[in-house]
């Protein structure tokens, strides 16, 4: 719903105006001087300013300035009596939307007030998306090449083209907003906007007045109106993280709006239509929630149309190299050093396989942007990596599982073999790459393929 500031010193005269505009479907707020607009402004979200010309203290010109200078896109409506329409070209002249001579038809005011609202609405979205940067949520930018990314990526090329809503279940760290956001970049929502709240980060309070907004004086410290993410995303798509950790109370709101399609801001009893595509994300089996009486049934099954399972780093080895070469490269973009990051060592490749990353994604991107700035030459070390990563490495070789009498060439080979496996696996099997990592010959690793009988005529394909 698009709110309308009606600034005019006369009192009944916005009064009339509301009335006609709600009529329209219009949100209206008065102001009966330009300071009093002025505070309206800053402090509440507004769509556009119809705005008398002739006011004491503060005429329509100096009011549309000020307006100007706090934001320049905003568009203002100036109304003018017989005997200023100079002054009206001069608010032309200083970026007035247009100007509109009293007395004048509603219809046509009507009209004016909805081209200037469709051209701002026109003016936010595009500068929205030239901040999104669209490129870089395309499903190209999901880096990965393991199976269980493939799946991933093909459930997103189904859902995103429709207007189901879908749960991402992952642990943290393992890019659940970036599937969003290719979801939505990729679906008719695109040109709409893509509004993010995280659950975790807010009290049960501060999170109901962000997803629903609020009234002016709905509660201590509300000094203005403003609306809640659900009518920011109208339109386009609402992304709520960590949705999980959502009071019960605020379950049976959020499963209200679902179902209703409109929202009440917090202190308001109108009932505001809002269109939004829903993407949730949690790191907790919302089902095993349900079970526990944490989360809503109802909800669950409302929110429950397409679910995607995000798996952790440990789970798709196969994507480490393709990460750490895009990490560099995106690092190295950032941080300019005078020795450009080209690689790593091969101990670090080893350590890096090995490792279980419980931060996933995220834990690996942040090691090695820190390990590059740590690093004085162009191949990251043992050494430049973090204390604390090296600290946390544990040995993948539980000796302790071993039975007491197992044979050691039995279990030496049993080894081996699993390490070559894993070497042609990471390598997309080919045969030189998994040696080097191996620390072997390649004709030294060809006579064990042989003798262990391994097929290496699988190719991974690389399509993600």
């Known amino acids: 719903m698009e709110t309308v500031l009606i600034v005019d010193d006369e009192k009944n005269y916005p009064l009339i105006l509301s009335a006609v505009l709600e009529e329209e479907g219009f949100e209206t707020l008065t102001a009966n001087s330009g300071k009093a607009a002025l505070e309206i402004i800053e402090s509440s979200d507004i769509d556009l300013i119809l705005t008398d010309m002739k006011m004491p203290e503060m005429d329509g010109i100096e009011l549309l300035k000020r307006i100007k200078k706090i934001d320049p896109d905003l568009p203002v409506i100036v109304m003018t009596a017989h ?29 004016y007030v909805k081209k200037a609202i469709a051209m701002f609405l026109v003016v936010k979205e595009n500068k929205w998306l030239r901040n999104a940067v669209e490129s870089q949520y395309s499903f190209g930018n999901i880096i990965g090449k393991s199976k269980v990314i493939r ?35 990729n679906s008719p929502r695109r040109d709409k906007p893509f509004i993010a709240v995280n659950c975790s980060a807010l009290s049960e309070n501060l999170l109901e007045s962000e997803l629903f907004g609020h009234e002016k004086g709905a509660f201590t410290g509300a000094a203005s109106m403003r609306k809640g993410r659900f009518e920011l995303a109208d339109g386009g798509t609402l992304f709520i993280d960590e949705i999980g950790e959502i009071a019960l109370s605020l379950q049976i709101k959020l499963l209200r709006v679902l179902q ?38 109802d909800l669950f099954y409302r929110l429950n149309v397409v679910r995607i399972t995000l798996p952790p780093l440990r789970d798709r080895q196969e ?113 030189a790459h998994a040696a080097q990592l191996l620390g072997i010959g390649k004709s030294g690793l060809n006579q064990k393929i042989k003798k262990y009988k391994l097929d290496t005529s699988v190719k991974n394909i690389n399509n993600v």
């Open 151 to 185: 799946e991933v990526f093909q459930t997103i090329l189904k859902v995103a083209p429709t207007t189901a809503t879908v749960i991402l279940e992952g642990e943290s760290g393992t890019g659940k907003e970036l599937v969003a956001k290719s979801i939505h970049f």
């Open 83 to 111: 005997g200023t329409v100079d002054k009206a070209v001069d608010a032309m002249q200083e970026g007035a939307y247009t100007y509109i001579q009293k007395p004048f038809d509603n219809e046509r005011m009507i009209l």
């Open 319 to 431: 994507d480490i190299n393709l990460l750490i070469s895009y990490f560099i490269k995106k690092y190295s973009d950032e941080h300019k050093s005078e020795v450009p990051i080209t690689g790593i060592e091969q101990a670090v490749q080893r350590l890096f396989f090995d490792y279980k990353w419980p931060g996933n994604i995220r834990e690996l991107e942040n090691v090695i942007e820190r390990a590059m700035i740590l690093s004085s030459g162009s191949i990251i070390k043992e050494i430049d990596l973090p204390k604390d990563f090296k600290d946390n490495i544990h040995n993948t070789l539980n000796i302790g599982g071993i039975p007491d009498n197992a044979n050691l060439y039995e279990t030496l080979a049993i080894v081996e073999k699993r390490m070559i496996e894993r070497a042609l696996k990471l390598t997309d099997n080919v045969q």
């Open 260 to 297: 209703e399609k409109t929202v009440e801001r917090v202190g308001g009893v109108k009932s505001i239509p809002v269109n939004f595509r829903l993407i949730a994300a949690t790191n907790k089996k919302l089902k095993e929630e349900v079970s526990a009486g944490r989360f809503r049934e």
